[in-house]
């Protein structure tokens, strides 16, 4: 996907640019893993979650707004209204934004625990 200014991002620095947005508004816990080699729907996915409705949809926005500063088309957004689970469509990135309960609940780390963690600075 190019960036303004014609930089081509690839999807883990995609999946990265999420998550350091994500962590600028405090998400908790944030990981990205990579499912390359577990799913034929996604490459990455980001997983982090918020402690309140609020953080959850200020973390969700933050995302969006980044995509858009760097031209990164997102397909589609789902969840936001309520703000307990809010799912970003990247493409072949996939952010999935929680309240705290609901990470708790669904546990993706588990459920995708055959994917490799990605180091989300350096």
């Known amino acids: 996907m190019t960036s303004e200014g ?3 991002l690839n999807l883990v620095e995609i999946a ?3 998550a350091t947005a994500a962590e600028e508004k405090k998400a908790q816990d944030v990981s990205v893993l990579d499912i390359r080699d577990v799913s034929a729907f996604a490459d990455y996915f980001v997983i982090c979650h918020g402690g309140s409705r609020t953080q959850v ?3 969700a926005t933050a995302i969006k707004k980044k995509c858009e500063e760097e031209n990164i088309r997102i397909k589609g957004v789902q969840g936001l209204q309520e703000a307990r689970w809010v799912l ?11 309240h705290r309960d609901e990470r708790d609940f669904y546990d993706l780390e588990r459920l995708w625990g055959d994917a490799e963690p990605v180091r989300i600075t350096g």
Do not use: P, Q, T
């Open 88 to 98: 970003i469509d990247i493409g072949d990135v996939v952010v999935h934004v929680f």
């Open 6 to 8: 014609g930089i081509r």
């Open 57 to 59: 949809e200020a973390i």
């Open 16 to 18: 990265k640019l999420a």
